[in-house]
Nanobody
Framework: QVQLVESGGGLVQAGGSLRLSCEAS????????MGWFRQAPGKEREFVAA????????YYEDSVKGRFTISRDNAKNTVYLHMNDLEPEDTAVYYC????????????????WGQGTQVTVSS
């Protein structure tokens, strides 16, 4: 069983920064990809960023490129999402996910999910 625990959400003004953390436990993650998704009220959950645990390759949704950075700390089994220049449109619940097959872009590729952390960006 895999457990994912997110932290780091909060309220920030537009243009500000936050760092989300996702601590993973329960097994080794060598073959996994880790993803961040977000879901705003009334909208579907959408891909934000992903990182492949072994290679460190990263992928981003277009609207966050240049503003968000996904990274990992192997020793801590933790994945981070560094968010800069935040916009009100970034307001959502952010979810961490872990998976090992399928396209990193789709929620169905991820078998495990955290409980989510709220990010609110005020204008």
């Amino acid at each position: 069983q895999v457990q994912l625990v997110e932290s780091g959400g909060g309220l920030v003004q537009a243009g500000g920064s936050l760092r989300l953390s996702c601590e993973a436990s329960g097994r080794t993650f060598g073959s996994y990809r880790m993803g961040w998704f977000r879901q705003a009220p009334g909208k579907e959950r959408e891909f934000v960023a992903a990182i492949f645990w072994i290679t460190g390759n990263t992928y981003y949704e277009d609207s966050v490129k240049g503003r968000f950075t996904i990274s990992r700390d192997n020793a801590k089994n933790t994945v981070y999402l560094h968010m800069n220049d935040l916009e009100p449109e970034d307001t959502a619940v952010y979810y961490c996910a872990a998976g090992y097959s399928g396209s990193y872009f789709y929620t169905k590729a991820y078998a495990y999910w955290g409980q989510g952390t709220q990010v609110t960006v005020s204008s």
